[in-house]
């Protein structure tokens, strides 16, 4: 008996004379170390995020760097299908949910949302020759190429005559436009541009599809979503965000 106490005792002074670099048994972690928070993207939507290299940068990135830099945590960003987002943010594999994305009912079921940090347009690309598309009335009727889960898919969802070819990414899409397999893409104005940049002989309909609102989800009743709004605020005031926007946007 007298040894087991020994040897018990030895133990807890191991124990005690560790406490000043780790907890008895825990991880080691330094307690000095940020939180970190986890953004889920899909980072194929410059130029709101998007790859150089092996980084993700853009829009929705610098705010988020901004956020979490003013609220003290450290930014991960987890890149994913656009349709997996939400249900990462609902199942807390991630914090918070920054990819472009449109403030809907539909999406209010599932998610909190922040303000709106900024606006968007939904617009329609279609080659510049021949085109079967020429107005919102002929994409009624035509083989619509679109995101999967963007507002862009719910809403040429409601045409009920057009076929939807639905894609992981909005460059799928786009690239089945350029070879002649849809006769149209809807998606977000921005996207776009670099879309039409990138592809000869696909241009912008003039005529705006829909206009929205973007902002950051979080699961329902998170506490971040406070934490993450007043810090969204002080940057909009102080020109933070308008700057960021700016500087991926030529206007």
């Known amino acids: 008996m007298k040894r087991i106490v020994s040897i018990i005792l030895a133990a ?5 004379a560790a406490l000043a670099f780790t907890s008895c048994g825990g991880s080691g972690d330094n307690k000095d170390a940020k939180k970190e928070l986890h953004m889920a993207t899909n980072a194929f939507f410059e130029p ?13 990135a610098e705010i988020a760097k901004a956020i979490c830099d003013k609220l003290g945590y450290e930014l991960v960003i987890d890149d994913m299908d656009f349709d997996s987002i939400i249900t990462a943010v609902t199942s807390g594999k991630a914090d918070f949910g920054m990819a472009g994305m449109t403030v809907t009912d539909e999406r209010k079921k599932s998610v909190d949302f922040t303000d709106s940090y900024t606006t968007a347009t939904q617009v329609i690309i279609v080659p510049e020759k ?21 507002t862009g898919d719910l809403y040429v969802s409601d045409l009920k005559k057009a076929k939807i070819e639905r894609f992981n990414k909005g460059g799928d899409a786009v690239l089945a436009l350029a070879q002649g ?14 879309f039409v940049k990138a592809n000869k002989g696909l241009k912008i309909l003039d005529e ?21 709004n007043g810090a969204l605020k002080e940057l ?14 030529n206007k």
Request: proline letters at 2%; glycine letters at 6%; hydrophobic letters at 35%.
């Open 12 to 16: 807890a002074m191991l124990c005690t």
């Open 48 to 60: 709101y995020e998007y790859y150089e290299g092996k980084e993700v940068v853009g829009i929705d």
């Open 130 to 150: 021949d085109a079967k598309v020429t107005d919102s009335k002929t994409l009624e009727t035509a083989t619509i190429g679109v995101q999967l889960g963007t």
């Open 181 to 194: 397999k849809v006769d149209a893409v809807v998606i977000d104005n921005e996207p776009a541009k670099a």
């Open 208 to 228: 705006p599809f829909a206009d929205e609102d973007y902002a950051i989800c979080l699961a329902k009743g998170s506490e971040l979503t406070e934490e993450i």
């Open 236 to 249: 909009k005031d102080d020109g933070t965000v308008q700057k960021i926007v700016d500087k991926y946007i």
